[in-house]
């Protein structure tokens, strides 16, 4: 593969990465299971 080549293919990697970064993160109200008695159990606020 040529250098040219390798840019495109780059680029586009990159920009996959970049748009799979702008959905909302399904996991952001989640407690992890040790802090979860402390908080009581629920959902972060």
């Known amino acids: 593969m040529d250098e040219a ?4 293919r780059a680029r586009k ?3 996959a990465l970049e748009q799979d ?3 909302e993160d399904p996991h ?3 407690v ?3 802090f979860r008695h402390a908080t009581g ?3 972060a606020e």
Not at 5 to 8: A, I, L, V
């Open 13 to 15: 990697a990159l920009e």
């Open 32 to 34: 992890p299971e040790k």
């Open 28 to 30: 952001a109200n989640l």
């Open 21 to 23: 970064n702008f959905h």
């Open 5 to 8: 080549g390798r840019r495109r």
């Open 41 to 43: 159990g629920g959902p």
